[in-house]
């Protein structure tokens, strides 16, 4: 990707500014999109949503930046310059819930730090890596100066979620309907997996899933957040599943297509000056 320009998606406003023309009558659609790990395939990605305008979160482990098939501190520069957001997922990768608290704090802050040094600006929110926490983790998160932090959780449509458990809608994965029954089960949302069970057993792929979530939120508002790996994408040649579903949710009327920081802003305004404070957060079984 040589030319930045063409990530360049809101000309100087916020996606929050430029993309609504005061929302859907009555209800508020939300519109985000994850990506994890920083893999190189991302400046692909970035491409796909710049020309359609979308925003993203981009969570970055930065242990390996650079080396490999990762992304350098200039490609993420140069994302972060082009509008979208990067985000922390740790140094190494390591499951949280499987590490001491002294080595989960580090790898929260000296991310965080490494992040900020780079991108000379404020790095907000953070992925768990392989979405796992407990009430702990989510202490030490909040401890590291993060407003939020996102898991697995799918099927998720609500924009109103803990900022420091924020889930997904779907997943840019071929899950069978037994991954989505896992993933529910690992996290007790039994009533969602029951709510959601029909259209599983029916759905063909993700795509179509995703689509028919999307029109769930547009009809009755909440947020439709897709997660997803670039690497995955590559490895499956998925891209032009992933290109039909980014046609399919871009560029609609009245929807606010913002990053995950925009999100948690609109939804918790009092994230910037509450200190000291963990809300009661449910324990993952994962
Ligand atoms: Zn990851």
């Known amino acids: 990707m040589k030319d930045t320009d063409r990530l360049r998606t809101r000309g100087g406003m916020s996606f929050q500014e430029q993309c609504c023309d005061g929302g859907l009558p009555g209800k508020t659609v939300f519109v985000t999109t994850s990506w994890d790990d920083g893999d190189r395939c991302d400046l692909r990605l970035a491409e796909l949503l710049a020309s359609r305008r979308l925003p993203a979160?981009?969570?970055?482990a930065t242990g390996g930046l650079g080396t490999g098939s990762t992304m350098s501190a200039a490609h993420l520069r140069e994302l972060s310059n082009a509008g979208f957001e990067i985000g922390a997922h740790t140094v190494t990768h390591p499951v949280l819930t499987e590490v001491s608290a002294s080595v989960a704090t580090r790898e929260l802050l000296d991310c965080k730090r490494?992040?900020?040094?780079?991108?000379?600006r404020e790095v907000p929110s953070f992925a768990y890596p392989k979405g796992r926490y407990n009430s702990a983790i989510v202490g030490l998160v909040r401890e590291a100066g993060y407003r939020s932090a996102r898991g697995v959780r799918m099927l998720s449509l609500s924009h109103d979620f803990p900022p420091f458990e924020m889930p997904v809608t779907i997943?840019?994965?071929?899950?069978a309907w037994t991954?989505?029954?896992?993933?529910?089960?690992?996290?007790?949302?039994?009533?969602?997996?029951?709510?959601f069970s029909l259209q599983l057993?029916?759905?063909?792929n993700w795509v179509a899933l995703g689509k028919s979530m999307f029109d769930r939120v547009?009809?009755?508002?909440?947020a439709w957040h897709l997660l997803g790996h670039s690497w995955q994408t590559e490895k499956l040649d998925g891209w032009s599943e992933l290109e039909e579903i980014l046609d399919y949710i871009s560029a609609r009327p009245g929807v606010r297509y913002v990053t995950n920081a925009e999100l948690c802003q609109v939804e918790h305004p009092r994230m910037r000056t509450e200190t000291g404070?963990?809300?009661?957060?449910?324990?993952?079984?994962?």
């Open 179 to 195: 991954g989505y029954a896992r993933n529910l089960f690992r996290r007790g949302e039994v009533a969602t997996l029951a709510r």
């Open 201 to 204: 057993g029916r759905t063909k």
């Open 114 to 120: 490494t992040l900020e040094n780079l991108l000379g």
């Open 218 to 222: 547009l009809q009755h508002g909440g």
């Open 277 to 286: 404070v963990v809300p009661q957060q449910k324990v993952s079984t994962h």
């Open 171 to 175: 997943q840019a994965f071929p899950h």
């Open 57 to 60: 979160t981009f969570y970055v």
